[in-house]
């Protein structure tokens, strides 16, 4: 996305996972890193869309339900 260069997720097709990232040196220094966290979730969405799963479960990446997003189309 525009603008989030910092951000991306990394997909493994041999596994189908995947891990988001960011760039911490293009962070403000006060950054709360839980909250950037929860900042990438839609980064969680399109790779969920695409058939990947994440790493690690964690709150803000267990998108239980595809329903949820169905009428949101966030791949281009």
């Given at each position: 996305?525009e603008?989030r260069?910092?951000?991306?997720?990394?997909?493994?097709?041999?596994?189908?996972?995947?891990?988001?990232?960011?760039?911490?040196?293009?962070?403000?220094?006060n950054?709360?890193?839980?909250?950037?966290?929860?900042?990438m979730?839609?980064?969680?969405v399109?790779?969920?869309?695409?058939?990947?799963?994440?790493?690690?479960?964690?709150?803000?990446?267990?998108?239980?339900e595809?329903?949820?997003?169905?009428?949101?189309?966030?791949?281009?």
């Amino acid at each position: 996305m525009e603008g989030r260069r910092h951000e991306w997720a990394e997909l493994c097709d041999k596994c189908h996972k995947y891990i988001v990232g960011t760039d911490m040196g293009k962070l403000a220094e006060n950054t709360v890193t839980d909250v950037a966290a929860i900042g990438m979730i839609y980064l969680d969405v399109l790779a969920q869309q695409k058939g990947y799963s994440p790493v690690a479960d964690c709150v803000w990446n267990m998108i239980s339900e595809p329903e949820l997003f169905s009428d949101v189309n966030l791949i281009s």
